[in-house]
């Protein structure tokens, strides 16, 4: 049996993360991590109580949307409020980090970021990272995959099913793919 390595299982952690945003402009998730052991973890959402995105729609001001509190920074409160240090720690996130998050992370003393996709890397996030000799390695998650499209496959099956319905006589036939379908998909 294959072991799945460190960096795969961190960063599946953030992706798994990233599925439980409230706001769909982006899923991001961020996972902290010190001496091999998850210490927290966050989603880009609003806070505690809030409404969220998903359900009001966003709130946008100058193209961005100002209701979230970042993965990132979710994830650095969390240890701000349970009182777990952060300090030499490292960092998984799914997207490269906004400025802000990245001054955050900085601040934070987190000294390794492990980021599995490029995301308008910001010139002076990468300046201040080098700065601050936070080392950023990108890790595309690889071993285990995450389904972000699972509702549309499951409304295009949906939609199959139905134009099948009323093109065929064979009605055994269709009630068979449909038995099918259904063990196979959330119909
Ligand atoms: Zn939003
Ligand atoms: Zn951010």
């Known amino acids: 049996m294959e072991r799945i390595s460190w960096n795969q299982y961190f960063m599946a952690q953030s992706h798994l993360l990233a599925l439980r945003s409230t706001c769909t ?7 902290i991590v010190r001496e091999k052991r998850i210490i927290a973890g966050g989603y880009n959402g609003s ?7 998903i359900d009001e729609g966003c709130y946008v001001i100058d193209g961005h949307c100002v209701r979230t509190i970042h993965a990132e920074a979710n994830a650095l409160l969390q240890c701000a409020k349970f009182g777990v240090p952060t300090e030499g720690a490292e960092i998984y ?3 490269f980090p906004c400025l802000q998050c990245c001054k955050q992370i900085i601040q934070a003393g987190i000294k390794t970021l492990y980021y599995a996709e490029d995301y308008r890397n910001h010139p002076y996030a990468v300046e201040l990272f080098n700065e601050a000799g936070i080392e950023t390695k990108k890790v595309a998650l690889t071993d285990l995959a995450v389904d972000y ?3 549309e496959k ?7 099913l139905d134009e099948l319905k009323s093109q065929t006589n064979n009605t055994s036939k269709y009630d068979a793919l449909k ?5 196979l998909f959330n119909l």
């Not at 499951?154 to 199959?160: M, S």
């Open 25 to 31: 402009r982006l899923m991001v998730g961020a996972t």
């Open 47 to 53: 806070v505690s109580g809030g409404v969220h995105c």
């Open 93 to 95: 996130v799914t997207h």
């Open 149 to 151: 499209h699972f509702q």
């Open 154 to 160: 499951e409304a295009y099956i949906r939609k199959v």
């Open 179 to 183: 038995a099918e379908a259904e063990s």
